[in-house]
Structure formats: C-alpha cells, structure tokens
C-alpha cells in the first residue's frame, strides 16, 4: 500500500501485474529480469518458472540515527527476505547478515529526500558500510542520480540502475548493463566486481505526474466508488509540484554538504574497497 496518509487503506503503490512486467520488460530488451518491491518478494510466486529472472527487494531501513533509508538487495532468497525484514530496523545488523551470506547491497536514491531527512552520520555509513550505490534511478532528477554518480566514484562504489517504475510505462526504461554477462550468477557478480554500467532515463516533473496520474487510474478501475473523489486528482499536479521543489532543494542542500565534507578530508567518509 501506499504511504500517503489516508491514501494508504485504498491504495497501492503499483497495480503492475507480476506476469505482465515481466512479459513488457522482456519486449524492452531485457535479458535478466528482477522485481524490487518494498520490503516485500511476492512476485516470485508467479516468475520463479523463468530462469532469467532473479529475485530482489528493496528494504525500508532504520539507520543508526534514526532516520529511514531504501537499501537494494539483490540476488536474495526467500528465507533471506525473512531475515532482512527482521533486521531493517538495526541496519548494522542487516548489512552484517548481507556481508555473510554475500548478498549485494545498494544505496538506493541517495540524494532524494523521499525517505525524509539525512544526517551526516547517514552518509558517512554509505560510504564507509554499503557495497554499491543506485546512480540511476528512473523517477529521480538527473542532478540527484548524476551527483550519485559522483558519491559512488569518489568513494570506489559499483554502480546500479533501476526504473523505480510502479506503472508499466516506465518499467526498463532504466536499467542496468553488466557486459557479457551469460547468467544471473554472472550478473550477480559482475555487479560486485563494479561492472555494471546504469544506462537510461531519469526522472522529471512530467514523468512522475503521470505515473501518479497512472496509479489513480488503475485505483478507481480497481474501486469504482472511488470515482466520487475524482476531484481530488484535480490537485496531483500541485503536490507533484510541491514534491518537486522539495526535491531540489534536498539535491542542492545534501551536494553542497557531502562535498564541504569530501573538500575537507572527513575520516568518516575515508573510501574503502566495495564487496
């Protein structure tokens, strides 16, 4: 379900049908296919049959300091999600349990301020503890993913890419390319190595109206009722607006932040060698 209050008991974050995504993303040129929902892997259920297809997740996390984060974890089995969703809320324990069972970790949209506020300790552990870094995301401004980019080069972090897309329009338009790699296992480990290069759009303002324009589309063909507070979306683009400006001022914040600290030689965010 969606997080927006009062949303979140008739809504959901994507109506995306696992069977239909995989068959779209297999038309977009996909040779492996995964799924990172929100701390949840229920599309494995109907895609398991595939052998291209990969298990992912991605997990809501509470940091040391209090705030929340959206870590990528791929290549996961199912009793790895158990333990992942046990441990999201101490995520020392999460990545200690990821280090030994060799699972693949992402900072997911660092410079987005969708899971609320950062600290500087936040950006010292992903660089100092996560083994990768989302330089690519499909619903993040350019500024945000290219300056990801940065954070992952000036700190010798693999790279990944994903669409973020909870409507089919834009799933594979982001992506993640490892060069010869024949199999997932080959995939997996050419993510680790640092052999992934993200390729494809970021997001704007444009495309993230449309994709909630989508959701609510999808929402009252699933509620007919919900038609009567049609008016209601009348006001999407404002608060798309209004998450906009947001976003802007958290890139231009946190960048001038983490640079002063880069600038200055901070022992917290000392470069350390990727997993």
């Known amino acids: 379900m969606c997080t927006v209050p009062?949303?979140?008991?008739?809504?959901?974050?994507s109506y995306n049908e696992p069977l239909a995504l995989y068959?779209?993303?297999k038309r977009r040129g996909m040779d492996l296919v995964t799924v990172t929902d929100?701390?949840?892997?229920?599309?494995?259920?109907?895609?398991?049959?595939?052998?291209?297809?990969?298990?992912?997740?991605?997990?809501?996390?509470t940091m040391p300091s209090g705030t929340e984060m959206h870590a990528g974890v791929y290549g996961i089995r199912e009793q790895d999600h158990i333990e992942l969703q046990r441990r999201r809320t101490d995520v020392?324990?999460?990545l200690a349990y990821a280090a030994e069972n060799r699972l693949f970790v992402t900072v997911n949209h660092l410079y987005s301020s969708l899971t609320g506020h950062r600290t500087e300790?936040?950006?010292?552990?992903?660089?100092?503890?996560?083994?990768?870094v989302e330089t690519m995301n499909g619903q993040i401004l350019e500024r945000a993913n290219r300056l990801a980019g940065q954070f992952a080069a000036r700190f010798g972090k693999p790279e990944i890419g994903g669409s973020d897309a909870h409507t089919m329009a834009c799933v594979?338009?982001?992506?993640?390319?490892?060069?010869?790699?024949?199999?997932v296992s080959d995939y997996l480990a050419g993510l680790r190595r640092g052999e992934?290069?993200?390729?494809?759009?970021?997001?704007d303002f444009v495309k993230l109206n449309n994709a909630v324009f989508g959701i609510g589309g999808s929402l009252m063909r699933e509620k007919p009722w919900m038609v009567l507070a049609g008016g209601l979306f009348a006001a999407i683009p404002v608060a798309v607006l209004a998450n906009y400006v947001r976003e802007v001022a958290f890139v231009w914040y946190w960048s001038r932040r983490t640079e002063t600290a880069a600038a200055g030689g901070n022992a917290a965010c000392a470069p350390v060698v990727a997993m």
């Open 196 to 203: 992934g290069r993200p390729a494809g759009e970021s997001g």
């Open 23 to 25: 068959e779209t993303l």
């Open 38 to 61: 929100h701390d949840s892997i229920d599309a494995v259920e109907e895609l398991r049959k595939y052998p291209d297809f990969f298990l992912s997740e991605e997990v809501t996390c």
């Open 6 to 13: 009062v949303l979140s008991r008739v809504c959901r974050e």
């Open 121 to 132: 300790e936040d950006f010292a552990m992903f660089a100092r503890d996560f083994h990768g």
């Open 172 to 183: 594979g338009r982001t992506y993640t390319d490892v060069n010869g790699a024949r199999s």
């Open 92 to 94: 020392e324990s999460l």
